[in-house]
């Protein structure tokens, strides 16, 4: 197989960034994100986008779909495929390898799996948070008369996303069926990834991540929609609005975080049930994925 996009995936707080953009550099490529809160300006700490990381041996690698829009903008699945659609026809355009990396387990399967999506039947996630799970298996019932996975309809937010996700036969916006991708997951174990979880989510709000959140609350993103971003922004504006005090901000979102964790690793799994090869390493360790990437055909500039 002739591959033509290398992916780096992963839970949260493995090191995905570091690893992708050290790939970029050997292999002369550029980084796409696959993140749904990566995309929105000023969500900076609590998304990760940990700038630093995109830097090696002094040079800048460049990355895309990251600070896209405003906060106050929704943004889902279809609009993603668009901008990577139009990111990695530029990327190859300059004969440069793109490196998708991210860990938005409905974005990578989106491009990966080759989802069909049709722009006017997206729901956005908002609208979906205000029907009941009774409401939600009636609506994915009837967008689906004969659903081949029923387990999407055993877990609410497992329904929520299967909803977003409506296959239609038009291509004129979505197909990405001519990528093969080469895949590496980073899986360091479930009690490291927890380790790695409580020491990060220490350092950024050491770093300021209370701060960033308050504002954005004073620059007119209101609590609703901070709290529907779910983890780092729902918890801290509890902690903000007087909900919760600081330690119990703490303890839940880090347990927040840690069920996070778990659920995109069950959707990894997944994805390897439906056929996709995700080649693990147990760290972001460049030698290891060098050779699994070489195994592939890829040659360094």
Known sequence: MDYNLITVLGPTAVGKTKLAAQIAY????????????????????????????YIINKKKIPYHLIDLISPAEEFNVFLFKEYFIKAVTEITEREKIPVLCGGTGLYLSALIQNYKLKHKNIISREELEKLTFDELKSLYLELNKSPHNTTDLLDRNRTMEALMILKSNDKKYSDTSTLKSYTIGINPGREEIKRRISHRLKGRLESGMIEEVKLLMDKGIDVERMISMGLEYKFIAYYLTGKLGYNDMFQQLNSAIIGFAKRQMTWFRKMENDGIMINWIESNDFLKAKVLIESAGFRSI
């Open 26 to 53: 050997y292999y002369d490529g550029e980084i796409i994100s696959a993140d749904s809160r990566q995309v929105y300006k000023g969500m900076n700490l609590g998304t990760g986008k940990d700038y630093d990381d």
